[in-house]
Every structure is written in structure tokens, then in C-alpha cells.
């Protein structure tokens, strides 16, 4: 089973694929985490990533790309196995490049969760977390920018998995363990195949 977790940047798309992995035993792939794994290392990566991420914007396309067929081609079992992608895909070229690459190990992606948060909500989430995480972009400004981005150029995705039959709206305005309550109703049809 390979799942797309989606949604606003705030909305929990981290703490449910925690969730997730526990009640399914799915490999997480979090292009945020790596990331930020890639700026802590201080790689050239890592570098590139940073300038972007500091300022709310999406890194290119290819860097994504590549950094993903390079995780597949090291790790051929978490394609095999199922994964969770959280934060990727974020543009209808990435969705594209996705649906490519797994295509070669024979899979698909069977079903979209998309948590839908209210605006206020994950504005306030967000700068509570900054309080705390480090994270460079957790700060109103790029929060604001980081918005922007997701409207003009992830929300789109929405309607391309809406056509593609496996998306699963679900209100992420509730409580960690309700809104997970949900996810299960939703992905419990695709386990039992
Ligand atoms: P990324 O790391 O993916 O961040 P994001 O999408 O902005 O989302 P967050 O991680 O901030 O939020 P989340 O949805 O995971 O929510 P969480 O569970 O943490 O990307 C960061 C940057 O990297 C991008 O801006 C871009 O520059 C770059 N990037 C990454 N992927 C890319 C790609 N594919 N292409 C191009 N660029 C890419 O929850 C948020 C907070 O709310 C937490 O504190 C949590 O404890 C709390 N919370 C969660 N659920 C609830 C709840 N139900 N009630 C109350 N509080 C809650
Ligand atoms: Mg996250």
C-alpha cells in the first residue's frame, strides 16, 4: 500500500504518518525531513535546500526527483513494501515523476489523505511549534510565503488525485486521535486487499 499524505504545510501530516507507520507498518519518506537531514550535514544539498526552505519557496523539481529515485534505487524494499510519502509529491511534475517511478517497481499509489485544516489553525500551529522547533521557516513571515506556495502550487493536486479516483478528504480541524480515526476508516479498504 502506498499512500500520499497531503495537505497544507501545518496540517499534520507528520504526526498522522507517525501514526500511520505504528497501525500499518509502512516505510515514511518526509522530503521536509530529509532536508533538513541534508542542511544538518552540511552537504551541497543540504546547502541549495537551505536558501529555498528559509524562505518559504519549493526546491526544484529535479533536486526533488533525484533525491528521491536515488532513495528507491538504494532502498528498493521501501518501494516494494509500501510507503508513506509526506510532503512529496507538491507539484502536478512531481505527482508525475512518482507515478514513473514506482511504475518501474510495478506499484501505484492507491490512496490520497488529505487533511484539511482552516487557515487560522495552521497559522497558529505552526508559530506555536517555532517556539521550539529551530526550524528556519517556522516564523509568521514564511509561514505567510509557505501558504502562498501551497495554494498556487500544491493545492492544484488536489483536483489531479480527485480525478485519479484516490483521494479521501479528511477534516483535520479535530483532535490528533479523531482525525486518525478517519484515516483508518479510509485506509482499512485498501489493506484487506
Ligand atoms: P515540510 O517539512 O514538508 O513542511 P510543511 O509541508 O510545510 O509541513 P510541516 O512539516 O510544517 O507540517 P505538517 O503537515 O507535517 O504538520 P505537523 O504534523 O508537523 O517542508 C518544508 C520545506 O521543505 C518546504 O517549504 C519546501 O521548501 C521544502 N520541501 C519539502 N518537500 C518538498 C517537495 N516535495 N518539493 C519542493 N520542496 C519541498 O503538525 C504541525 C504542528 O501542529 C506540530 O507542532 C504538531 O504537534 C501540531 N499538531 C498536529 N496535529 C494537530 C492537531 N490535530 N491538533 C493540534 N495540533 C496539532
Ligand atoms: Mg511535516
Do not use: C, W
Amino acid at each position: 500500500m502506498n499512500i500520499v499524505i497531503f495537505g497544507a504545510p501545518g496540517s499534520g501530516k507528520g504526526t498522522q504518518s507517525e501514526k500511520m507507520i505504528q497501525e500499518y507498518g509502512l516505510h515514511h519518506i518526509s522530503t521536509g525531513e530529509l532536508l533538513r537531514d541534508h542542511i544538518a550535514r552540511g552537504t551541497h544539498l543540504g546547502k541549495v535546500a537551505d536558501t529555498y526552505i528559509s524562505q518559504g519557496l519549493l526546491i526544484p523539481d529535479e533536486l526533488i526527483v533525484e533525491l528521491l529515485s536515488e532513495i528507491f534505487k538504494e532502498h528498493p524494499e521501501k518501494a516494494a513494501k509500501g510507503v508513506i510519502f509526506d510532503g512529496f509529491p507538491r507539484t502536478i511534475a512531481q505527482a508525475e515523476a512518482l507515478s514513473k517511478m514506482l511504475g518501474e517497481y510495478g506499484t501505484v499509489i492507491h490512496a490520497v489523505i488529505g487533511l484539511e485544516v482552516n487557515e487560522d489553525e495552521l497559522v497558529r500551529r505552526m508559530l506555536e511549534r517555532g517556539k521550539q522547533s529551530g526550524r528556519s521557516d517556522d516564523n509568521i513571515d514564511t509561514i505567510r510565503k509557505r501558504l502562498d506556495v501551497y495554494h498556487k502550487q500544491t493545492a492544484p493536486l488536489k483536483d489531479y488525485y480527485l480525478t485519479a479516483g484516490s483521494y479521501h478528504s479528511i477534516n483535520g480541524n479535530r483532535s490528533v486521535d479523531e482525525i486518525f480515526e478517519d484515516i483508518r476508516k479510509s485506509l482499512d479498504p485498501y489493506k484487506e486487499k
